[in-house]
Nanobody, 127 residues
Framework: QVQLVESGGGLVQGGGSLRLSCAAS????????VGWFRQAPGKPRDDFVAAIDWGGWSGTRTDYADSVKGRFTISRDYFGNTVMLQMNSLKPADTALYYC????????????????WGQGTQVTVSS
C-alpha cells in the first residue's frame, strides 16, 4: 500500500495563494495516478480537484475540475516523490479539507476508485 501525507494547508484571504504538498512512499508503479479531492463542511469528500500521472518524464497527463481550471496547478517532483497543488486566486468556496489520493484506475474523477488516502489538510479562505 502507498502512504500519502499532505502538508501546506492554512488560512488565507480571498484572492490569495496556497501550495499543498503530498509526499508519497511505498511501492509505486508508473501507472499510478495521484489526485486531490476536497470535502467542504457538511458535504461528502467526493469533490474532484485535480489529478496527475505518477510515471512518465514527458507528456504527463493532468486533469482538473472545471471549478479550478486556470487557478490551480498540479505538478510532480520526481526526485522528491512529491505531488504539489499550487492554488491561486482562492475563493471562499474553495474552503475544504483537501485529501491527497492515489489509484491505479483510469477513472480519475471518481472518488470511489481511489484506494489510498492521506489524512487531509485544511484550507480556509476568508472573504
Amino acid at each position: 500500500q502507498v502512504q500519502l501525507v499532505e502538508s501546506g494547508g492554512g488560512l488565507v484571504q480571498g484572492g490569495g495563494s496556497l501550495r499543498l504538498s503530498c509526499a508519497a512512499s511505498g511501492v509505486i508503479y508508473n501507472d499510478y495516478t495521484v489526485g486531490w479531492f476536497r470535502q467542504a463542511p457538511g458535504k461528502p469528500r467526493d469533490d474532484f480537484v485535480a489529478a496527475i500521472d505518477w510515471g512518465g518524464w514527458s507528456g504527463t497527463r493532468t486533469d482538473y475540475a472545471d471549478s479550478v481550471k486556470g487557478r490551480f496547478t498540479i505538478s510532480r517532483d520526481y526526485f522528491g516523490n512529491t505531488v504539489m497543488l499550487q492554488m491561486n486566486s482562492l475563493k471562499p468556496a474553495d474552503t475544504a479539507l483537501y485529501y491527497c489520493v492515489g489509484t491505479y484506475s483510469p477513472d480519475r474523477a471518481n472518488w470511489a476508485v481511489y484506494e489510498d488516502w492521506g489524512q487531509g489538510t485544511q484550507v480556509t479562505v476568508s472573504s
